[in-house]
């Protein structure tokens, strides 16, 4: 059974994957939002914490699960990819072989986000925007028609009873699409609060990650 | 209060011990007193003279809380006191001791190491757990060695110190042991500054919706907003307030409290307990049958569409509720699809899709105990004891100065840093120390083995047709565990369809 949810937006067919990653198979683009990469090497020089410095590993571990999985000529990373511009300069070198290993072969796309917001020792593009046919990638949601988006990292309650914890959601309408942060140190914002439930129209969907990526309409 | 200014005071399990005020009259213990000792140590607060007699009133919240609280008194006449063995040295707060120690300045490793086993619970402890302590709070302890350039702790000149003098703060900061819930504070909207109205804890505030009226500071106040970790409210009056809920600690009923009630379940009638109790307790023997010392009752029953198994182990709070995250456990195993469970310190309530049939081989001792380390990794209770111990050790400090408040999402949560450990790092010295004091404290296990030697074969298990007497007050507990599994999943892909097509989305 496909545990995938696929659905049309602005004239593409697009999948929101159980992972958080979404793929655009017309256009073999895989885009995922948020690694926030580095975030426990911030932790450590800004707060003098030692949280588990396994989040580089297992984030980038899924990336690669996914792009083993679908074999995308493009991949577009959507922001905050980098919890900040030095963690960003640490983890670039201390995992290039394994980006390289991901990067070769295919086309890969840096988006600035406002943790990482210039250029980063990195090869490939490194871009503010991005426009691919009638669809543009940034990092945070603007008026705009058409648009790619992450920086919320939206979560939702379950629609069941004592469910337990929120999970991690795409939040989708007529105009824009929010992915959920991929990366693996990250939390969540409820799609109720006002920053997004401002964002997004009354139609809108959010589609629940995990075993199933699961449609349902945004709760507010 | 010391001045007698206060007329009652209102408190958790934090005025047990140690307090010595003359002037209290009365005690009021609301709730069951779950072991005989703390019963008999709340009660002499009162009238606390070495010549005048204490009085007490015990106000049981149900009717199962009347029979313990009759089984408590009886303890306490028969002067038959229980407790619990003194927990070994805990590492976490260990790890706190050296991290306050270096506050002060730099230390030296062997006077420390000294110092620490002049201790009591820490007489016996090796050089060896010892320096983990040490490493984790120099360098954080991972396999992975990743902060050789940010450590805690520096090795200077022979002596321990504080890489960063200005540390010295936030340590200071997260300084204790004892777990809260967490608390938000709440203040009124728009006000700067000034001393908070008081503080409610999270789970209540999370239940609050915009307009809800709650008391507090004895004033009522009007909901408006959780804002930056600040439950937001303005003033409001004449509309009946909610009442903020704290829930404390909570003590599981001793094993020999346990063994008291049911012995005195045996009964054939309870002059001693009220009317409705002693009425409860026939009609339960009537409809179903009495919990008997030696034998395990399980009663299996429908209700509101979803399929329900009550035990009846007496085991307390904490091994009732490690028992029914091993059995759903096993129920899953099984395709028994438990949704979730909630545990009292007399039953365990599971409930699921599909009805519990052959409840023995779930409860083979040898099976149960041995997928029980491989099993606990996922659990919500070990990823609730993990919070507290790294809380207590100082990885997840619970204060910081000037924390950015803003962007929640910039917060994760701890349950993230115990999968992630789980997964890369298993025997890190918090994991350690998180599988010890779980076994110990909230998983109890100890106690179901207890139980289960016990009872050994002897299972009665009754199918009913409906709640039973005994069952009705567990479908009221708080703290439901649910159950992630495939009947989880079933449910959900089912609820957001219908909410889809509900809403014309499909």
Redesign the interface.
């Known amino acids: 059974m496909d545990a995938s949810h696929h659905f049309e937006f602005q004239g593409c067919t697009l999948t929101a994957r159980p992972s958080g990653a979404l793929w655009w198979a017309k256009a073999r683009t895989l885009t995922v939002s948020d690694l926030h990469l580095g975030k426990?090497?911030r932790m450590?020089?800004r707060?003098?914490?030692?949280?588990?410095?396994?989040?580089v590993?297992?984030t980038l571990q899924r990336l690669q699960s996914e792009i083993e999985a679908l074999s995308p000529t493009r991949v577009i990373c959507l922001g905050d990819t980098f919890d900040d511009m030095e963690a960003g300069r640490a983890v670039a070198i201390q995992v290039q072989d394994w980006l390289t290993r991901l990067q070769s072969g295919r086309e890969w796309v840096w988006i600035e986000g406002n943790h990482d917001p210039g250029p980063l020792p990195l090869s490939s593009a490194h871009l503010a925007e991005l426009t691919l046919a009638t669809l543009v990638f940034r990092h945070i949601a603007t008026p705009e028609t058409g648009e790619i988006s992450g920086h919320?990292?939206p979560k939702a309650k379950?629609?069941?009873k004592?469910?337990?914890?929120a999970r991690p959601c795409f939040l989708y309408d007529e105009r824009r699409v929010i992915l959920p942060?991929f990366g693996?140190?990250?939390?969540?914002?409820?799609t109720s609060?006002p920053a997004l439930s401002r964002l997004m129209g009354p139609?809108a969907?959010a589609v629940?990650t995990?075993?199933?990526a699961?449609?349902?309409?945004m709760p507010r | 209060m010391v001045a007698g200014q206060l007329r009652a005071i209102v408190c958790t399990g934090s005025l047990d011990l140690g307090i010595d005020w003359g002037d209290v009259d009365l005690v009021i213990q609301v709730g069951a007193p779950k072991n005989v000792k703390r019963l008999v140590q709340r009660i002499g607060r009162a009238n606390h003279r070495y010549n005048a007699p204490s009085k007490a009133l015990l106000v049981p919240a149900n009717r199962f809380e009347v029979v313990e609280c009759r089984a408590a008194l009886d303890a306490v006449r028969a002067g038959d006191l229980d407790g619990d063995p003194r927990g070994s040295a805990p590492l976490d707060v260990l790890c706190q001791k050296i991290l306050i120690t270096a506050c002060a300045g730099p230390f030296d490793t062997a006077a420390l190491y000294h110092e620490v086993r002049t201790a009591g619970p820490y007489a016996a402890i090796s050089r060896a757990q010892f320096d983990d302590c040490l490493d984790f709070c120099a360098?954080?302890g991972?396999a992975?060695r990743?902060?050789d350039?940010?450590k805690?702790l520096l090795f200077k000149d022979g002596k321990w110190q504080l890489?960063?003098p200005r540390?010295a703060r936030?340590i200071r900061m997260n300084i204790g042991t004892i777990q809260d819930a967490d608390l938000l504070k709440v203040r009124m909207h728009r006000s700067r500054g000034g001393a908070p109205l008081g503080e409610v804890e999270e789970s209540f505030a999370a239940s609050l919706t915009p307009g809800d009226t709650f008391l507090i500071g004895g004033q009522i106040v009007r909901f408006e907003a959780l804002r930056e970790l600040v439950v937001e409210v303005s003033r409001d009056r004449g509309r009946t307030p909610r009442v903020a809920t704290f829930s404390g600690t909570k003590f599981a009923t001793s094993t020999q409290l346990s063994a008291r009630i049911l012995r005195l379940l045996q009964q054939s009638e309870w002059p001693d307990l009220p009317r409705h109790t002693a009425e409860w307790l026939a009609l339960q023997r009537k409809v179903s049958r009495l919990p008997r010392p030696g034998r395990l009752l399980i009663e299996t029953f429908p209700h509101e569409g979803r399929e329900y198994a009550c035990l009846y182990g007496f085991a307390g709070r904490n091994a009732q509720q490690t028992l029914g995250l091993l059995l759903t456990s096993r129920m899953e195993e099984e395709r028994l699809a438990p949704?979730?469970f909630v545990a009292a310190d007399y039953a365990t309530l599971i409930w699921g899709l599909e009805p519990l049939t052959d409840p023995a081989p779930l409860l083979d001792p040898t099976r149960l105990a041995a997928g029980l380390d491989g099993w606990l990794q996922g659990n919500?209770v070990m990823k609730r004891t993990f919070r507290s111990v790294a809380t207590i050790a100082g990885?997840?400090?619970r204060n910081?100065p000037g924390q950015r408040k803003s962007?929640?999402?910039?917060?994760?949560?701890s349950?993230?840093?115990y999968d992630?450990?789980a997964?890369?790092?298993p025997d890190?010295l918090l994991m350690r120390i998180t599988r010890a004091e779980a076994m110990r404290g909230l998983v109890d296990f100890a106690r179901i083995e207890e139980m289960l030697t016990r009872i050994g074969p002897d299972i009665d298990l009754l199918r009913l047709d409906r709640v039973t007497p005994l069952a009705a007050p567990m479908l009221l507990e708080v703290g439901?565990v649910?159950v992630?599994g495939q009947a989880?999943?079933r449910?959900?892909?089912e609820?957001?369809e219908r909410?889809?097509s509900a809403?014309g989305?499909t």
């Open positions: 426990a090497e450590a020089r707060a003098g914490l030692q949280i588990p410095p396994y989040e590993q297992d919320y990292h379950l629609p069941v004592g469910a337990g914890a942060a693996t140190y990250t939390g969540g914002l409820r609060d139609r969907r629940l995990g075993p199933r699961l449609p349902m309409p | 360098t954080g991972y992975l990743a902060y350039k940010w805690r890489r960063d540390a936030n949704l979730g919500a990885l997840t400090p910081l962007g929640r999402q910039a917060t994760f949560s349950d993230i840093l992630t450990l997964k890369y790092d890190h439901r649910p992630e989880r999943e449910l959900l892909a609820e957001t909410l889809m809403a989305l």
